[in-house]
């Protein structure tokens, strides 16, 4: 029976946007679907539903991609890594290549893939490799070693076998941003540091969700708009959750989908059997590969090497974990990767790696790397109710189009999605490609273009995630300080058409900017990172009057 809520009207006349909340914000707000989680599950479902016209909310306790989708490897699959044990994943990750690179092909760096055998790894694998690429429906097309090794010198000379395959790069969180932009500039509304606290029922099953407003500092009312009518500033005292209603509420919290199901209830929990895997990947100051290089063997730790622009990653790992918060690397499995790694790049070790840093991958249980759409109201939970989760990054699209086909359907309606054939524009805001002054020289990040984004309430985590400000070769210890004497030219937390500085506001923020970087340089604190970590320990102590580095700094060379 479809779900339609007579009590709630729709005002589609008001303005979509990004809202940030602090502690004191009280959201009133309502709309046809809530999305809880920012991630690329959530933001691509966000997408999907505003492109069917429905007027969405998304809810983001951190800010975007703040969870495992900020924390990933940066691979547009093909699906080869898959073949050999899950060639369903696998066909599934070709399917979304393929339309990405059509939708999305901004934000696809198209460097081909690489899959190689070393001389010790089983040539058993590789037939059963090539079986389940071809069920898959991908053609691994085999590579001359001697073409492989004029075009990849980094590599092992040890290399016995090697196939080319449709491997990508993505640009996460540019394509994730611009999937926001996209939708508020549709009337949605984001808002982040959001965090659902429990859900709203009624004898029907959910009709919304509690909301605390945990992150951001407070911003002044806003230039032209004035106040924004849905958030209330809390009087002094406890602050009550702010209520949101809608008839569908979407849980897209990846690793956190149990412990979000389980606020509607013990059923809505166990019908949802996500578990939680950390993977720690290696950042290294070198284009070391110039394509996606896997190593052609049952997948393991440190066989995935991915090009970023100026950086190479190199990763992963897999390990249980208890808590979806992202968990720090430890010294024994950056030794690990590194190991692995230089099995195959022998010169590993002539490039300084820059971090280290690890997510938590939301698998379903038992050990898929496949996806889940769970309608509550069929599965025993309250009506209203819908989870997805598991998939990967690169399927974040395919989980969005079947989560929005079941959400209207709940609501009675039939809208088809669109994602498929309408393309992502690369929207940068006031991102200025003219060089001027620069914030950041590792990235070429143009002090006039943070302006603008800092004009707009953007936190410098934001700006990190949408400008790789700060993920170059300093990580962040030259332009710490610049990005505080930015943000007090843009009288942040306000703008520059409206001033409001707050001193220490800034100086926390500038703070923990480079605390979060140097935590990545930790576990790889030796040569000339540990030299690194010392001038950013003297110009704290000289500009900031901090010293970070007390916490810091048992980096073990592996
Ligand atoms: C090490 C590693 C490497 C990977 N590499 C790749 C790769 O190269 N290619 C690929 O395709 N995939 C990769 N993946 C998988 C991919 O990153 C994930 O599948 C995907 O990012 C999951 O996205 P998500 O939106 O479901 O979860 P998340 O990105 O974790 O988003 C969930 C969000 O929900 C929010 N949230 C939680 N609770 C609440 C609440 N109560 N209220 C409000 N918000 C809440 C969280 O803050 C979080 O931001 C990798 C994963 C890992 C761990």
Same mark, same amino acid.
Not at 397 to 407: H, K, S, W
Not at 427 to 449: F, H, K, T
Not at 451 to 479: I, K, S, Y
């Given at each position: 029976m479809p779900r339609t809520d007579r009590k709630l009207t729709r005002r589609r006349s008001q303005p979509g946007g990004v809202h940030w909340l602090s502690t004191s914000d009280v959201v009133l707000d309502h709309a046809d679907v809530i999305v809880i989680g920012g991630g690329a599950t959530g933001i691509g479902l966000l997408w999907d539903l505003t492109l069917r016209g429905l007027d969405v909310i998304l809810l983001e306790q951190g800010s975007l991609a703040s969870g495992t989708s900020g924390a990933f490897h940066g691979l547009l699959h093909s699906g080869a890594r898959y073949a050999g044990s899950d060639p369903a994943t696998a066909a599934e990750c070709l399917a979304e290549n393929r339309i990405l690179r059509k939708v999305a092909r901004e934000f696809v760096g198209n460097t081909g893939g690489i899959f190689a055998r070393l001389e010790e790894d089983d040539p058993a694998w590789e037939r059963r490799w090539r079986q389940g690429c071809r069920s898959a429906g991908l053609r691994p097309e085999r590579v001359a070693l001697d073409d492989l090794r004029a075009s990849e010198p980094a590599l092992s000379p040890g290399l016995v076998a090697a196939y080319r395959v449709p491997d990508a790069t993505i640009d996460g969180f540019g394509l994730l941003w611009s999937l926001v932009w996209s939708a508020t500039d549709s009337g949605a509304r984001v808002y982040f540091g959001a965090r659902v606290t429990g859900f709203l029922t009624d004898e029907a099953g959910v009709r919304g969700v509690r909301v605390m407003g945990v992150g951001?500092?407070?911003?002044?009312?806003?230039?032209?708009?004035?106040?924004?009518?849905?958030?209330?500033?809390?009087?002094?005292? =406890?602050?009550? *959750?702010?209520?949101?209603?809608?008839?569908?509420?979407?849980?897209?919290?990846?690793?956190?989908?149990?412990?979000?199901?389980?606020?509607?209830?013990?059923?809505?929990?166990?019908?949802?059997?996500?578990?939680?895997?950390?993977?720690?990947?290696?950042?290294?100051?070198?284009?070391?590969?110039?394509?996606?290089?896997?190593?052609? @063997?049952?997948?393991?730790?440190?066989?995935?090497?991915?090009?970023?622009? *100026?950086?190479?990653? !190199?990763? /992963?790992? %897999?390990?249980?974990?208890?808590? =979806?918060? $992202?968990?720090?690397?430890? *010294?024994?499995?950056?030794?690990?990767?590194?190991?692995?790694?230089?099995?195959?790049?022998?010169?590993?070790? %002539?490039?300084?790696?820059?971090?280290?840093?690890?997510?938590?991958?939301? !698998?379903? @249980?038992?050990?898929?790397?496949?996806?889940?759409?769970?309608?509550?109201?069929?599965?025993?939970?309250? &009506?209203?109710?819908? /989870?997805?989760?598991?998939?990967?990054?690169?399927?974040?699209?395919?989980?969005?189009?079947?989560?929005?086909?079941?959400?209207?359907?709940?609501?009675?309606?039939?809208?088809? %999605?669109?994602?498929?054939?309408? &393309?992502? =524009?690369?929207?940068?805001?006031?991102? %200025?490609?003219?060089?001027?002054? !620069?914030?950041?020289?590792?990235?070429? #990040?143009?002090?006039? &273009?943070?302006?603008? !984004?800092?004009?707009?309430?953007?936190?410098?985590?934001?700006?990190?995630?949408?400008?790789?400000?700060?993920?170059?070769?300093?990580?962040? #210890?030259?332009?710490?300080? $610049?990005?505080?004497?930015?943000?007090?030219?843009?009288?942040?937390?306000?703008?520059?058409?409206? *001033?409001?500085?707050?001193?220490?506001?800034?100086?926390?923020?500038?703070?923990?900017?480079?605390?979060?970087r140097l935590s990545g340089i930790k576990p790889v604190e030796w040569g000339t990172q540990a030299r690194l970590a010392a001038v950013a320990e003297a110009l704290d102590r000289l500009t900031l009057g901090n010293d970070n580095r007390l916490t810091l700094g048992e980096g073990d060379h592996p």
């Open positions: 951001a500092v407070r911003r002044p009312p806003s230039d032209d708009a004035g106040e924004d009518p849905r958030v209330r500033v809390a009087p002094a005292g =406890p602050v009550e *959750p702010g209520e949101i209603v809608a008839p569908v509420v979407v849980n897209a919290t990846g690793p956190w989908a149990g412990d979000v199901a389980a606020l509607a209830g013990p059923r809505a929990q166990a019908a949802v059997p996500v578990e939680r895997d950390k993977g720690v990947m290696i950042v290294f100051n070198s284009r070391l590969v110039s394509t996606v290089v896997n190593r052609l @063997r049952p997948p393991g730790d440190g066989d995935i090497l991915v090009p970023h622009g *100026p950086v190479t990653i !190199l990763g /992963t790992s %897999s390990a249980k974990v208890e808590g =979806p918060e $992202r968990p720090a690397p430890t *010294p024994a499995e950056v030794k690990r990767i590194l190991t692995e790694g230089r099995a195959l790049v022998p010169g590993l070790d %002539s490039v300084p790696p820059l971090r280290a840093y690890a997510g938590v991958r939301p !698998l379903l @249980r038992p050990g898929g790397r496949g996806f889940m759409l769970i309608d509550h109201g069929q599965s025993g939970g309250p &009506g209203g109710l819908v /989870t997805i989760a598991g998939g990967k990054f690169t399927t974040f699209r395919a989980m969005a189009e079947v989560a929005g086909d079941l959400v209207v359907r709940l609501m009675g309606k039939k809208v088809s %999605s669109r994602t498929a054939e309408v &393309g992502i =524009p690369r929207l940068g805001r006031n991102l %200025s490609s003219r060089l001027q002054l !620069l914030a950041c020289e590792c990235e070429l #990040v143009s002090l006039s &273009g943070l302006l603008g !984004l800092l004009d707009e309430g953007l936190h410098l985590a934001d700006l990190r995630r949408l400008t790789r400000l700060g993920m170059g070769g300093c990580q962040g #210890v030259f332009c710490a300080q $610049r990005l505080a004497g930015a943000m007090w030219q843009t009288g942040w937390p306000g703008s520059r058409r409206r *001033p409001h500085p707050d001193e220490a506001a800034i100086a926390r923020e500038a703070e923990g900017f480079r605390t979060a």
